[in-house]
């Protein structure tokens, strides 16, 4: 079997399924996306959002942003270090979703600061 939810980043519609042999395995592979709907984005408040995939740095670090088309700033998504499988939204020292300005002089190393920082 397998179900469907809808997620909201910004503007956009995401349809996501969970497939499994019965309710609790579709709903567990649903629940692998440990977030909500993202409306908009917090350092400009424009609803003018995409998510990406990306690969960066030179030992090609993997990972998926939302990514805010109106001032390019970001919040990238974290993978639980025991269950890589799970993604939860990054969030700062106040509890609030991380978003970071854009920065043209990011180097591989606050690269892979932020992305080795994933919960345990
Ligand atoms: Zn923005």
Redesign the pocket.
Known sequence: MKIASVLKIGRKNYTVYGEGDDWFECNFELSSLSFGNIEK?E????DNLTLRAREAGKKKHKYVEVY?I????AVVFGRMQENPKIFYLRKNDKKKPDWRAFNPKQTDEDLENMLNNDKK
């Open positions: 984005c350092l400009c408040q424009s805010c109106n001032c390019k700033g």
